[in-house]
């Protein structure tokens, strides 16, 4: 079975420019989720859909930041304009259903810097 | 908003050494408790997810326990490896989730060869 695949693995930047960032979840997964992970925290979460309709976006500081889910398949996650502070990890995640005990299967990370 | 905690924050071992982190959380609106290990540069992996106060879980050399009346849960490692060298993360399903998961900080863990 295919993992979470993301791209690009590290994106360097600088402030006020924009990037955007991809996923391709499991197949068969209904639950997307986005997590920014700062260095030295935990990873917070920034939004998640359950197929294409956003179930959590409480996090998502939309002035800058932006996300789809298209088809209820892949994802871009997109923040225009950077700043600094948008340094992090930025880790896509999927689940067969958005319920509590299921296993989250995380994608290999967008490692982003702002200059 | 949940908050959850992890201690430490980093450990050095010696290959062979066995060692635990612990992870702390609020006792109320608890749904599952998730561990994951992440390595630099990899997904992180996911190790267990527990729901029951008492679980216990063990996979290979490493297992872990949950006590949800008093809100923690204990992740040891048995006679630890070089390769077992990477970040522990605990996070916490609870209150109004539908599957949101509150990471602690991490547990970083260096093996010593």
């Keep these: 079975e295919a993992g979470v695949a993301q791209s690009p693995r590290y994106k360097i930047i600088e402030k006020r420019q924009s990037v955007a960032f991809w996923c391709n979840p499991i197949s068969g997964h209904a639950t997307l989720y986005w997590y920014q992970q700062i260095l030295g925290q935990g990873p917070k979460l920034l939004i998640q859909f359950q197929n294409n309709g956003v179930v959590d976006d409480s996090q998502l500081p939309k002035d800058r930041f932006s996300a789809e889910r298209l088809k209820g398949v892949d994802s871009t996650l997109k923040i225009q304009p950077a700043k600094l502070e948008d340094s992090a990890v930025y880790l896509c995640a999927s689940s067969l259903k958005g319920q509590v005990w299921y296993e989250q299967y995380f994608g290999p990370g967008t490692r982003l810097t702002v200059t | ?113």
């Design chain 2, 1 to 113: 908003i949940l908050n959850v905690e992890q201690s430490p924050q980093s450990l050095h071992v010696q290959e062979g050494d066995s060692t635990n982190f612990t992870c702390s959380f609020p006792s109320s609106n608890f749904y599952a408790l998730h561990w994951y290990r992440w390595e630099t540069a990899k997904s992180p992996e996911a190790l267990f997810v527990m729901t029951l106060n008492g679980d216990e879980k063990k996979k290979g050399r490493i297992s872990a326990t949950l006590n949800t009346k008093e809100g923690y849960s204990y992740l040891y490692i048995k006679g630890s490896q070089p390769e077992d060298s990477a970040t522990y993360l605990c996070a916490l399903s609870g209150g109004t989730s539908y599957g949101k998961l509150t990471f602690g900080q991490g547990t970083i863990l260096t093996v010593h060869p």
